[in-house]
């Protein structure tokens, strides 16, 4: 299975903490995105890195790629209260009998303690 | 962006009934997809709505169990039928309006529960 696997499976710090989770998969991919997903709800885009990219910000959020490994890390920093919630990578990968689709990671579920 | 309207939101379901899940989005999108949350877990890709045509399934999910339609570009209805306590679960709407699987949108969920 291409699917990722992501550790810790939860995390639980202060506000105010940077707050790092990681992503492992196992084929060639194209590009791989984070998604959070609050409370069992839709999933919201995070941030696409390219696997010819190696880092990329936006905000506090800022996640690396390391193709050799095959694996990311997602940071946050200076998290807030309103960052609880469960975070999730996804992958591309290649085409499997020609249909396209995203694999998400077993996700990380993120708790800020006030 | 996209704005998907996914309805209903939750429902508790009997044994052997089955319920038909909306996802209606507010632009014409090339590609919708069909995605179950267990819980706690991770998601799975059910299938892929094709516009006009049957819908292509996943390994693990059939026709006959999850019927899906796809009348047009922005609307697609999942079904899930003879539904067994097994099938408590989040289900989820998404669209990717490029075609190119590089940010998908998301519904809000149905959140399913079958005694």
């Known amino acids: 299975s291409q699917q990722g696997e992501e550790d810790p499976q939860a995390l639980s710090i202060q506000e105010g903490e940077n707050a790092t989770m990681n992503c492992s998969y196992k084929?060639?991919?194209?590009?791989l995105q984070w998604y959070r997903q609050n409370s069992g709800r839709g999933l919201v885009h995070l941030i696409l890195?390219?696997?010819?990219?190696r880092e990329k910000h936006s905000g506090r959020l800022r996640v690396t790629l390391d193709t050799s490994k095959k694996s990311s890390s997602l940071l946050i920093t200076a998290s807030r209260a309103a960052d609880t919630a469960s975070y999730f990578c996804?992958?591309?990968?290649?085409?499997?009998?020609?249909?396209?689709?995203?694999?998400f990671g077993q996700g990380t579920r993120l708790t800020i303690n006030p | 962006s996209a704005v998907i309207s996914q309805k209903p939101s939750r429902d508790i379901c009997q044994r052997g009934t089955s319920l038909t899940i909306q996802c209606q989005v507010d632009?014409?999108?090339?590609?919708m997809f069909w995605y179950r949350q267990q819980p706690g877990q991770s998601l799975t890709l059910i299938a892929t709505?094709?516009?006009?045509?049957?819908?292509?399934?996943e390994s693990g999910f059939v026709i006959d169990k999850f019927p899906i339609s796809r009348p047009n570009l922005t609307f697609s209805t999942l079904t899930v039928s003879n539904m067994s306590p097994e099938d408590s679960s989040i289900y989820l709407c998404?669209?990717?309006?490029?075609?190119?699987?590089?940010?998908?949108?998301f519904g809000s969920g149905t959140q399913l529960s079958v005694l």
């Open positions: 998404s669209v990717d309006q490029t075609g190119y699987r590089e940010k998908l949108f």
């Open positions: 084929t060639s991919i194209n590009n």
């Open positions: 890195i390219r696997s010819n990219e």
């Open positions: 996804a992958t591309d990968g290649f085409p499997i009998q020609g249909a396209q689709k995203l694999v």
């Open positions: 632009s014409q999108v090339t590609m």
């Open positions: 709505a094709n516009q006009g045509s049957e819908a292509t399934y």
